[in-house]
């Protein structure tokens, strides 16, 4: 049986371990600004970006890896679910 | 100073010779030609004389890369005053800084900034006029407000000014050890020169397509505007917000039919990595030209073998004295190399020699201080006159040598080998970072009692900056709260990888800070 995947849990739990190692979880939240605020260079969200790709076979637009798309787990949540449909 | 004009003359002789041709094209949102560059820039011009702006004032350029951008530069120029280009996405009170402090008399810039760049301005000083855009792209927003404000006062038509080879062309602000941003004054000479010497070694054709990478306030972009423009050339503008991604930029580079490409190393090390290069059609390459730090024999490798066609060069020098030294590798990258290529030989308008610590020059093969001189170097500082003459070397017959700062050894064939720093100043995706403006940056946060940033090569990414904070109390920011506080502070580029609190900080027997301790656990 096919569930939907928890995109939001996921990509919570990839940003801490590859990039906030030490962090405590209840700081990084769905709404935090994770480019605008720092958080995630350009790198780590080109590396972000990939990881998810080769994970679960998703290919994003270029025009979908922008700050737009990208700035909060709540949002690459959502571009990641609409994606993996 | 052979044949002395100022900068903005390459443009008017390139559109008089070339008016129907495309000067500047920005993807998606249109292109425009020399003719009405030369016209849109001559409005502002005169919008600006209007205003009260006069040869040897300063303008600040606030705005994304656009043609609006472009179009702007000139018509700055073409008042006689330098532009004073600054990030658009740094924190606003580091761009109120720099504004206030080169004391522009005119800002053009996008209304969205506006609100931020005004109440940050206010606490340092009495706000200049602001042009206000509203937006930035394709040129229209700059013609709509030259057209609104013709409508409630007509300007006068001024002339473009004979900017003496000395004048200021612009500012551009780099890093600063202090904590604040310094602007580095380069002339008209300047840039005419270095404009010139690109001619001879590149010999750019009306045909090419220039990629426009950089962004305004990064030195590379002289290269790319004033040298695409003074040849009828086009030059296609690659907005920030897309640079760091890989595939757009490879299909870019196949569709708008880039013929000479210039970036800083860590962005063609994305292309060969993650661009797909090899199933596009990259045939227009003839050029590739780096700058900015050293390009990993790796990711040159992989770049080399997926293009083999184009010619590449290695281009080294500090916003300072833009390019100073060049050196062409030619592919392929042998697989035994693993020693980064030279940054090669001093350019013909300069002249270089290599020093050690007592400033008496060394024989080939040792290492010392490149020092620079030559119509390419910079005025100096902006009211900066202590830190001005400390970057020079003065000869006794009077000749200035600017002192890179860089440790070089020159080979016995008269090329350089970059060897590493004498200060605190990194370079990180082609950005020049002082590790001391990040450290300033931090003692701002209340709970910080002592902090210390250092960086150490890294294999993938070039150099990695770590910093060490100890606190005032038992009380310790988190990961998150010290990054966002940094974004609010410094430029993102500048942000650190790695945070760590430790109970104090290490040190030396002398009770400084025992950097290379730090540099051990960085």
């Known amino acids: ?85 | 100073m052979s044949n002395p004009r100022p900068l903005h003359q390459f443009l008017c002789d390139a559109a008089a010779l070339h008016p129907s041709r495309i000067a500047v094209v920005e993807p998606e949102r249109g292109a425009i030609s020399y003719a009405a560059l030369d016209a849109l820039s001559d409005r502002l011009r005169d919008r600006l004389v209007t205003l009260g702006v006069r040869p040897g004032d300063r303008v600040g350029l606030y705005l994304r890369k656009s043609i609006d951008a472009i179009a702007a530069i000139y018509g700055i120029l073409k008042a006689g005053a330098a532009y004073v280009p600054v990030d658009p996405d740094a924190p606003p009170p580091r761009n109120a800084y720099i504004m206030h402090n080169c004391a522009v008399r005119a800002v053009v810039m996008e209304r969205r900034l506006e609100d931020r760049f005004s109440t940050e301005f206010f606490e340092l000083g009495e706000l200049p006029p602001l042009l206000l855009l509203d937006g930035a792209g394709g040129g229209g927003p700059l013609a709509r407000l030259l057209d609104e404000a013709d409508a409630q006062r007509p300007a006068a038509a001024a002339k473009n000014a004979m900017s003496p080879p000395e004048d200021l062309a612009y500012i551009l602000y780099t890093s600063g050890s202090t904590g604040k941003p310094k602007g580095v004054m380069l002339s008209h000479d300047n840039a005419v020169s270095f404009v010139d010497w690109c001619s001879a070694v590149f010999e750019p054709q009306p045909d090419d397509r220039f990629s426009s990478h950089a962004p305004l306030h990064f030195d590379l972009s002289i290269l790319d505007i004033h040298v695409a423009l003074k040849h009828g050339a086009a030059l296609v503008l690659i907005p920030e917000e897309r640079g760091k991604d890989a595939l757009h930029l490879a299909r870019l580079i196949a569709e708008e039919r880039i013929s000479i490409w210039y970036s800083a190393p860590s962005i063609l090390s994305l292309m060969a990595q993650f661009g797909d290069l090899r199933s596009q059609d990259c045939s227009s390459l003839r050029l590739v030209l780096f700058a900015g730090e050293v390009f990993p024999v790796k990711h040159l490798r992989t770049l080399c073998s997926q293009l083999p066609q184009p010619r590449y060069f290695n281009l080294y020098g500090p916003t300072e004295t833009n390019v100073c030294t060049y050196y062409e590798v030619v592919p392929p990258v042998p697989d035994e190399r693993t020693s980064p290529y030279p940054i090669g030989k001093v350019c013909e308008h300069l002249r270089g020699k290599v020093v050690d610590e007592h400033n008496a020059p060394v024989k080939p093969g040792e290492e010392g201080e490149l020092c620079i001189t030559g119509s390419g170097v910079m005025q100096g500082y902006w009211s900066l006159p202590e830190r001005t003459a400390e970057s020079f070397l003065v000869d006794d017959d009077g000749t200035r040598w600017y002192r890179t700062g860089d440790i070089v050894v020159e080979a016995a064939d008269g090329n350089h080998i970059y060897r590493g720093r004498r200060d605190r100043m990194v370079k990180r995706r082609g950005y020049r970072v002082e590790l001391g403006e990040i450290e300033a940056g931090l003692y701002q946060h209340p709970l910080v009692k002592e902090v210390a940033v250092v960086a150490v090569p890294d294999a993938e990414a070039g150099v990695r900056i770590s910093a060490f904070l100890s606190s005032k109390g038992t009380d310790k920011a988190s990961l998150i709260e010290l990054k966002r506080f940094c974004a609010e502070r410094i430029p993102l580029y500048m942000i650190p990888d790695h945070f760590k609190w430790l109970d104090a900080l290490p040190k030396t027997s002398t009770d400084k800070t025992d950097y290379q301790r730090l540099k051990e656990l960085g």
């Open chain 1, 1 to 85: 049986m096919e569930t939907s995947i928890d995109f939001r849990r996921i990509v919570k739990d990839y940003i801490l371990e590859e990039f906030l190692p030490g962090e405590n979880p209840d700081e990084l939240t769905d709404d935090l600004p994770l480019i605008s605020g720092g958080i995630l260079d350009s790198i780590a969200t080109l590396k972000l970006v990939l990881h998810f790709e080769e994970q679960y076979g998703i290919v994003l637009e270029a025009h979908e890896a922008d700050k737009e798309h990208l700035d909060t787990i709540r949002s690459i949540a959502s571009l990641l679910t609409s994606k993996a449909r």
